[in-house]
């Protein structure tokens, strides 16, 4: 199994903005030439892991957002690059966090290392 790259991570104010790339190659993000369906995840400390965005794998289809971040996150993705993004704006302290990217679902043995986001007052 391959392991995705998350960067993008870092130290913001309320109300700052970031974006997040993941960098997802080879199986299981990619099967018999397709790319699969993607997620951003995140997991705030003493907290399980949720859901923040998913987006299909056929260009034009579906788009989900945990309704928290909806309105202020965006997700998108560049097949040519294997590459996820997630645009973060006005971040609110609660949405600190590290945030990882998987297939959508989640390939249970196919977490990376995650990115960390820390919102300040």
């Known amino acids: 199994q391959v392991q995705p790259e998350e960067t993008g991570g870092g130290l913001v104010q309320t109300g700052g903005s970031l974006r997040l790339t993941c960098i997802a190659s080879g199986h299981p993000f990619i099967v018999a030439g397709n790319h699969m369906d993607m997620g951003w995840y995140r997991q705030a400390p003493g907290k399980d892991r949720e859901l923040v965005a998913a987006m299909s794998s056929f260009k034009g289809g579906s788009i989900w957002y945990k309704d928290s971040v909806r309105g202020r996150f965006t997700i998108s993705r560049d097949d040519a690059k294997n590459m996820v993004s997630l645009q973060m704006n006005s971040l609110k302290p609660e949405d600190t966090a590290k945030y990882y990217c998987?297939?959508?679902?989640?390939?249970?043995?196919?977490w990376g290392q995650g990115t960390e986001v820390t919102v300040s007052e």
């Open positions: 998987n297939t959508y679902p989640a390939e249970r043995t196919s």
